[in-house]
């Protein structure tokens, strides 16, 4: 029987003004999300009782992180703001309502209720998330691969720009209510969320092929030109739940856009991460609190990444702990007895064999001594004989 170990390595930053460092805000307007909530009210999503099981797990993974709450009525929503979730044989749609008097609507194929990722990211874009791949600044993490995208997609790949429109149009078709994913992709956009390919740093991460695109896919692939940044510091999310497929809207089966940092995608065939633990990642949930419950609370008090969640208590990242998140978490099981290691100009190695423990090592750095840390992590297979 094979094991799956899992081995967390992070790197702290030792600067002393790092943590004080104040963060200089980006002067275009944050944009505002649907007025699905008030300040201690609960969004109403209303689905047909077929495919309610599968949107409820994703609103509650939303919950459980963040100050959303959720309520599934069994009638439609009509005459105030809120969700509806449709089946459609037709094309997936949305229309995300800004007016507290009209619900946003949300009509997906049924295979979508049925995958986990893409019904989350469609209740990202809901929730007024946007797609990574249409940030503005996503080539700088990506490059489009135009000539390998339809021409019917090729909008898919537009970067966004704000809309001030009450209105957003989304259609979807029936077999999403049963993608769990592409579910949870749709709700999200509902939700007002912005694809990952959408963000204005994007190009440091991905480049965006145009080539590989389709003409009605280009605008899913258009950079955001507003400030969506909640919070500072937040890196482009390979595992965000909207982050398109890189074969999305592809007019000839060619990736519309690769990374523009990381080796492993001339390994994988599929370059999208995927979290076989939650619907919506860490980001995803940090963007949706930004976005719905930054002024819920007076001050982020919480450190490395952290933010406030229900209460204004700190949720942290993976690989930290404590009230503030100010602690990396402990090790657990057989691991190196060696955790902490310090950053210098001379080439280290760190020999991890046959451990079975779920383990952190912190590398500390500063400043004085070294301006980057390069981490590579080599997996070698050992054939049994």
């Keep these: 029987m094979k094991k799956i170990f899992f081995v967390i390595i992070f790197i702290l930053l030792l600067i002393s003004e ?31 009782k077929e495919f309610r099981q599968n949107v409820k797990a994703i609103l509650d993974d939303i919950s459980k992180n963040s100050c959303l709450n959720f309520n599934l009525p069994s009638k439609k929503i009509n005459r105030k703001s809120g969700i509806n979730i449709y089946e459609t044989k037709g094309n997936n749609y949305l229309k995300i309502s800004y007016n507290k008097k009209t619900p946003t609507t949300l009509k997906l194929q049924k295979y979508i209720f049925k995958n986990r990722t893409k019904l989350a990211f469609q209740i990202g874009r809901a929730l007024g ?42 259609k979807l078709q029936k077999h999403i209510f049963k993608n769990r994913t592409k579910l949870a992709f749709q709700i999200g956009r509902a939700l007002g969320m912005i694809p990952e390919i959408s963000r204005p740093d ?35 999310d390979f595992g965000s739940i909207m982050l398109v497929d890189p074969l999305f809207g ?24 995927y979290d076989p633990n939650h619907i919506f990642s860490y980001n995803d949930v940090k963007f949706l609190n930004g976005m719905y419950c930054r002024k819920k609370c007076k001050k982020n008090y919480c450190k490395n990444g952290g933010f406030p969640g229900k209460n204004c208590k700190c949720i942290c990242p993976f690989h930290f702990e404590g009230e503030k998140c100010e602690i990396p978490k402990k090790s657990t099981g057989d691991c190196l007895q060696t955790k902490e290691y310090t950053a210098t100009y001379d080439l280290k190695f760190i020999q991890y064999k046959g451990k079975t423990g779920k383990c952190n090592y912190v590398i500390w750095i500063y400043r004085i001594v070294v301006t980057e840390v390069q981490l590579a992590l080599q997996f070698v297979k050992v054939r049994k004989h």
């Design 18 to 48: 790092c943590l004080s460092k104040k963060y200089k805000k980006n002067g275009k307007p944050l944009k505002n999300p649907p007025p699905y909530a008030g300040k201690y009210s609960k969004i109403s999503v209303y689905v047909k």
């Design 129 to 170: 998330m946007i797609p990574e791949i249409s940030r503005p600044d996503r080539d700088k993490y990506v490059t489009i691969n135009w000539k390998n995208i339809r021409s019917s997609h090729k909008k898919y790949y537009q970067m966004t720009k704000y809309n001030y429109s009450y209105y957003t149009t989304l």
């Design 202 to 236: 994007r190009d440091r991460y991905v480049t965006i092929n145009w080539k590989n695109i389709k003409s009605s896919s280009e605008k899913y692939y258009q950079k955001t030109t507003y400030n969506y940044s909640y919070y500072p510091n937040v890196e482009f």
């Design 250 to 273: 592809s007019s000839n089966g060619k990736p519309t856009y690769t990374y523009n940092r990381y080796a492993f995608q001339a390994e994988e065939e599929s370059q999208k991460i």
